[in-house]
């Protein structure tokens, strides 16, 4: 019996391998033929001779050309991996960097993380095999803390130029410096101290891994030149080219199909409802194709999602064929890549995407286009040096690439939940975010690379001198830089290394001394994720009564932490007698239960995995304060005294450091209790300025913790 089933087993085997294998060779062979068809195709062998020819090369392409999946591939093909070198490709966005790599793994039949991978915070699918390395840019600017030449690179290719994040502005800066260092070190005389080397032995080629204490040691090390590549969707390379001494810029033809715009008569005043209409609309009433809806975040996806499944449930059976698909930075990898998939026959798609469908990822089968024209934008104010996210309108450039991704296979539409008298209205571009953003990251970033002077640093565009004045002097407060505006060591060094803004990196160092670092661990982790708690509309009451379980009076830092404990005790209860999937499962419907967003849990999961490596590498030691939760408050108030408010008579709250009067956002669990003074970690801007993420310390603390900021005689007149 036993051998029959086996052979049973084999022949089972046998055809579903046969069967896989032949749909293997068609969905290869399927690829092949659609990368040939790409517009860039056509030019693969004019690309790598601009890059052979020009160390510096711009390369505009509409969107959907074939840029950011292409050229790397071509520049392997052309011989830039020879000696060992990468060819790094910078994204903007997280979902980019990773749904790309993927997309271009396949695409070569390798697997991911092999010839083909991707590099981003939190986050690593390289190996010492991989030779074209997807990566957002800050993960770039990180490594360059470790290799200030970027010297396992022979290609770098800044993708999304045009998107101008503050990220991507500070990195051509570098890659510009880093160019010319390894261009000089060809033709400088090679010098090494051979004294210093490991064992004495010359550095070869095959340990140039092998890490910073050699690449140090060795200063008179040559270096094979940098190849940069800048690739925009945006037609103007005249600032690229300029910036980088009047590069070369070259231009790919894009396929473009009409795309007919309709406008609303009257402005909307429910975008959501309004978009929500226009789906079914659509879905009722126009030829086959799917649909990309661009909202601002994961919680509208979330909540667009659920009300268009609740929605289609009133259809008739015939018209309840509509998948949806969300895509937005947080959505665990394996969902993201669903959004490319085509769906079954006879079923239409809508896709719920953020921004990141504008210009980063170009999903197949889009044929009709719906825009509120909103998206969510970073903004700072220099005046109270506080920066927030808030919903603004697009710009007329953006609000035409959206548009543009209905006409990429055949004509299309788009519908703009605006009146075109709007539209004209709108600015023509957006502001580069170095212009509106708070830049003590970056500043910090420099600093540890080594540019002292922020003010002198060649930017493409110089940002607010008021703002890196206030940056600088918040991370003079912040003990990472020194009274002379330099690196303070070693604290500011390891400030720069934790891959966390400056306030957490703050609050990870000053917890070891608090003896609460496995509290701000877990607190720091679940404060990088979007809202730890649902609370959906019709479910207002049961969902508060859940949160009711894990609050603490003491604030919402506390609240979280106790989220994750429990959460973690429940997973290590389930774990036993069960498999770890099975565990997994429970956890995702405890979280159900409790109305707690499974997905913005996991995902802290992994960032507290990765933020306790760190700092376990740096050596700090990683102990609990156990029930001495006063010592986790006042660490909270040592950090983050920065966000530190007090309480008015109305009931609102003046900010000390900044002086901006600001509210409890309702989500809070001190909403009620308002109690005297706070910290807190987020402004959200909407009709009110609501802060978010708060604890309840004593003013007193203030003066004690941060003497730096705060003075006794200044507390009198505080209120
Ligand atoms: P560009 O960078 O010029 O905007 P891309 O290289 O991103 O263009 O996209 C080229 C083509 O590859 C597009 O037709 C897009 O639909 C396709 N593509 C990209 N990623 C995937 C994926 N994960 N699955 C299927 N197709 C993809
Ligand atoms: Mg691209």
Redesign the pocket.
Known sequence: NFTHSNQQHQINGKISNYDSKANLFARRQKIQH?RKS?P?ASVEKRLVEEVRTNDTLIIV??????????LPQYLFNGGFCHDGGIIGITQPRRVAAV??A??VA?ECGVELGQKVGYSIRFEDATSSSTRIKYMTDGFLLREALLDPHLSRYSVIIV?EAHERTVQTDVLLGLLKSVQKARSRSISEPLNIDHTKANNGSLLKKENAVQGVSILKQHRGRRFTPLKLVI?S?SLDARSFSEYFGGARAVH?Q?RQFPVDILYTRSPETDYVDAALITIFQIHLEEGPGDILVFLTGQEEIESVERLVQERLLQLPEVNQKLLTFPIFSSLPSEKQ?KV?MPAPVGFRKVILATNIAE??????GIKYVIDPGLVKARTYCCQTGIESLIVVATSKAQALQRSGRAG?EGPGKCFRLYPESEFQRLKDSTMPEIQRCNLSNVILQLKALGVDDIVGFDFMEKPDRIAIVRSLESLYLLGALTEEYKLAEPVGNQMARLPVEPIYSKALILASQFNCLEEMLITVAMLQVESIFYTPRDKLEESRTAMKCFSSPEGDHQTLLNVYRTANEFLEKSKIGTSKEKAEKNLRKWCKENFINGRSLRHARDVHSQIKGNVEQMGLRVTSCEDDMLQFRRCLAASFFLNAALKQPDGTYRVLFSGQMVQIHPSSVLFRTKPECIIFNELVRTNHNYVRNITRIDYLWLPELAPQCYTLQESESWC
């Open positions: 659609q790409l860039i392409g509409e969107t959907g050309s074939g840029k950011t999946t292409q749904t790309v993927k997309r396949e993708d690739m969707a790919v894009g890549m490319f210009t980063s990822v170009t999903i197949p990429r």
